[in-house]
């Protein structure tokens, strides 16, 4: 269960990356540049992924009726909806 505590908390990170990366597309020129490219990959690639990867492991763990008790819940229901933006904003 440590692992999936861990990559809950990875899947935060890369959200809140991808807020900023969102933010980063408005800005004309950003501070760094290199900084910024961290932001959009962390943001728009590697969020994705760990949303899918985690929220499906939740999925899993949900469905075979075992605990969720050591994840805080606003971290699965957070995952869980930057998982819906981000694939309304895929699929738009």
Same mark, same amino acid.
Do not use: E, T
């Given at each position: ?11 935060? $990170? ?15 020129? !950003?501070? %760094? ?5 961290? $932001? #959009? ?7 994705? $992924? ?19 008790? %050591?994840? !805080? ?6 995952? /869980?909806? /930057?998982? #819906? ?8």
């Amino acid at each position: 269960m440590g692992f999936l505590r861990m990559l809950n908390r990875a899947a935060f $990170i890369c959200n809140v990356c991808f807020l900023l990366a969102l933010s980063i597309l408005w800005i004309r020129h !950003p501070v %760094d540049p290199g900084l910024a490219s961290l $932001i #959009i990959v962390m943001g728009f690639v590697l969020s994705i $992924i760990l949303n899918l990867l985690v929220n499906g492991w939740h999925l899993i763990r949900r469905l075979s009726k075992k605990s969720l008790r %050591d994840i !805080p819940r606003p971290f699965i229901y957070l995952n /869980f909806g /930057f998982l #819906i933006l981000q694939l309304i904003l895929l699929l738009k």
